[in-house]
């Protein structure tokens, strides 16, 4: 009957164009808002550790003093990042900040140019980030160790410096010091950036990995945040290093939950070393370990803003609905004497209601596509009059199932009203009158 | 066949009740012709209604085929329609957007049939009211006449027990009219028991038993006995397809 059903309303659209064209273009305009925020809703939220979501930890200390900020502050101190190395309860663990400066090649004819998205890590930032190596691989442990001048550059500035060929064993210049090309990504552009976000969720990722062990030595400059909670006199670099400033963040990967709970307590032990020392003065000093989605939600990657445009585009489908429920009643009961005599020949309410139903889904799936051509649209719309990123105003291909599917259920709702006031209606009232 | 006793049948509204039928007694015996007359507003139509299943009564029970069918459910109640009884109307009431076939296919398609044996039975349906040639043909494309042999040919296809007509001349010329009523007379003929309501004395001398209802109630019977000249007036079905196709 299904497909007596499809007929029957395909029959029934093209009867009556121009009322049905007004039902699919209501619904297609509150199923492409609705898609348009929906998408970048999700597109925000997206946890893009998959699934090394839950062993991804960031490390928040409180170390700030009793009379500072009431709260972890995201990042941590130099020192305590440097001391936190020493644990060997993680797995993976790198401490990091964001620099940058002038990239060149060795080619004289090549002009510098300035790279904003350096980022100071470790070794193990690649691997715990599931990071791919196109050209070479990460440099060795012992560069961590004793610090030599090596990089990883992404598959984009590969392609900036060496037009994308194999980069490896060439010497690029950062700020003017020769780092030797060990590994090149490939392309690799997690979004949110969630491993800093410092510096904006979106649209933000670095280019340029050089090793942690070097910033006391090149005294790499921190091109994100830096909180202070004291007046402390920096004059140069070892002070910042030594200081109470809040820069780096760090990260670990705890395997188990075992590991969580050692690793805590380890942490733990460790506050109170630094306690004796004179630091973490604050009653509160603890630590705070946040896996990714955690993390995304302490620091509000979906902003309330976004989550209330959601509701508000809700809330015009719903308006859409409406105005759909009152055309499908008129059209429905128009058709009551013609329901009447199929409920004479034998047809039974549910029958009729079935009929009605698959009408309704129908006109829902036909909105549903066209409303995915709005969302295309306005997200184009978007792209352009409002610079947003790409990585935001993408349509989810997800979104291509979810369009009709909620169109669907929007114009079955829709349609359940009139469905039942038509096939509920006494047949015998028409059947004379016809 | 069908029994109904002591139905009753009151429409309410905050003001009046309005008695449509009251203690209406009748029993119809398989294979019978019986016309229903009336007064307008007499209750003749609210009869048709009750007996096709399409209205409930407020007292009374209704037995058909033996079974009571007062208060069966609305799935129950389709399903006896579809397989019991046929309709046929004073306004044809056929679906203007299908054409000939698919009109008489729909109670087979809502009884399950598969395709082969809903093509077998509309084909019959519509020779043997001699318009097997225009199967594709829509019903506006049709005379009154032939749109009610349709809707004959539609209470047919399902091979219904039980056949109701509610003025089904009402709409049409003498000729159509007459080959209209020699149609339903040779399907009384062949088994199939009939109740037509009509306002034509002509027409409900021709049935083998005509009640008159008034107020709501069967206040006459009387049986006509088939005589020389019904049975010669008689056209064959034969006849009538020549007629249609000529």
């Known amino acids: 009957m299904f497909f007596y059903y499809l007929d029957l309303a395909w029959r029934s659209i093209k009867k009556t164009p121009m009322l049905s064209a007004l039902m699919i273009m209501a619904i297609s305009i509150g199923i492409g808002i609705t898609i348009t925020t929906l998408n970048i809703y999700k597109m925000m939220s997206t946890n893009p550790a998959g699934e090394k979501s ?12 009793p009379d500072a900020w009431d709260r972890f502050d995201p990042q941590i101190t130099y020192q305590d990042g440097f001391n936190l190395l020493k644990s060997d309860i993680p797995r993976l663990q790198t401490p990091m900040f964001r620099t940058g400066g002038a990239v060149q090649t060795e080619d004289p004819a090549f002009l510098p140019v300035l790279q904003s998205r350096v980022r100071v890590t470790n070794n193990d930032f690649f691997p715990m980030f599931g990071l791919e190596f ?40 950062f700020n003017a010091k020769p780092y030797q090309v060990v590994g090149v990504l ?8 969630y491993y800093d976000l410092n510096n904006g969720a979106f649209g933000n990722v670095d280019t340029l990995f050089v090793p942690y062990s070097l910033a006391p030595i090149e005294e790499y400059g921190s091109w994100g945040n830096t909180n202070g909670w004291n007046y402390e006199s920096i004059n140069n670099y070892a002070q910042r290093l030594t200081s109470e400033k809040h820069w780096t963040q760090f990260w670990v990967q705890l395997d188990t939950p075992e590991q969580v709970a050692e690793y805590r307590q380890w942490v733990g032990q460790y506050i109170e070393q630094q306690k004796k ?13 946040s896996d990714v989605d955690q993390w995304l939600a302490i620091n509000k990657v979906v902003p309330e803003d976004n989550k209330v445009l959601v509701g508000l585009s809700v809330l015009f489908l719903i308006v859409c609905l409406v105005n ?20 004479a020949i034998g047809a039974s309410q549910g029958q009729i209601f079935a009929q009605h139903m698959v009408e309704v889904s129908l006109m829902g799936l036909f909105g549903g596509l066209l409303g995915l051509a709005w969302a295309w649209g306005s997200l184009m719309l978007l792209t352009k009059k409002f610079d947003l990123e790409s990585s935001l105003t993408h349509l989810d291909t997800s979104m291509w199932l979810i369009a009709p599917m909620i169109a669907i259920l929007a114009a079955v709702v829709a349609g359940i009203y009139p469905a039942w006031r038509v096939c509920t209606t006494n047949p015998s009232v028409y059947l004379k009158s016809q | 066949m069908l029994s109904m006793k002591n139905i009753s049948k009151v429409f309410k509204t905050d003001l009046v009740e309005t008695h449509a039928l009251r203690d209406f007694n009748l029993e119809v015996n398989e294979g019978e012709f019986v016309a229903v007359t009336g007064p307008s507003g007499s209750g003749k139509t609210t009869f048709l209604n009750i007996a096709g299943l399409l209205e409930g009564f407020t007292h009374g029970d209704y037995f058909l085929d033996g079974i009571n069918v007062s208060n069966l459910s609305d799935n129950k109640s389709a399903a006896v ?82 056949l109701l007509a509610d003025e089904p001349t009402g709409n049409l010329d003498s000729l159509m009219a007459r080959q209209v009523m020699e149609l339903l007379e040779n399907i009384n003929q062949s088994g199939t028991t009939i109740i037509m309501v009509t306002h034509d004395p002509e027409l409900a001398r021709r049935a083998q038993r005509n009640i008159q209802i008034v107020d709501g109630q069967v206040c006459d019977f009387t049986m ?17 397809v020549a007629n249609a196709q000529g």
């Open chain 1, 134 to 173: 196109q050209y070479g691989q990460a440099w060795d442990d012992s560069v961590d160790q004793d610090a030599r001048y090596e990089v990883v550059l992404t598959d984009e500035l590969n392609k900036t410096l060496f037009a994308g060929k194999n980069s490896v064993g060439k010497t690029i210049y």
């Open chain 2, 81 to 162: 329609r579809n397989e019991k009884i046929g309709f046929i109307f004073q306004g044809f009431n056929l679906i203007p957007d299908l054409n000939l076939a698919e009109n008489i296919e729909v109670p087979l398609r809502y009884r399950g049939f598969s395709a082969k044996e809903r093509k077998r039975r509309v084909e019959q349906a519509l020779e043997q009211v001699g318009l097997g040639a225009r199967m594709k043909h829509l019903p506006t494309q049709l005379s009154g006449g032939q749109q009610q042999r349709v809707a004959i040919a539609r209470a047919l296809a399902g091979e219904p027990r039980f």
């Open chain 1, 54 to 65: 839950g062993k991804l930890f960031a490390v928040q200390l409180w170390s700030q003093g």
């Open chain 2, 224 to 240: 006509y006995q088939p005589n020389a000249a019904r049975s010669a007036s008689h056209s064959s079905v034969d006849k009538l």
């Open chain 1, 277 to 289: 020392l004179g630091r973490f003065g604050s009653p509160k000093a603890d630590v705070q370990l």
């Open chain 1, 186 to 193: 490939k392309p690799w552009a997690p979004s949110p950036n």
């Open chain 1, 324 to 343: 759909m429920l009152g055309l499908l009643l008129s059209k429905f009961l128009r058709r009551a004497p013609e329901i009447g005599v199929r409920r």
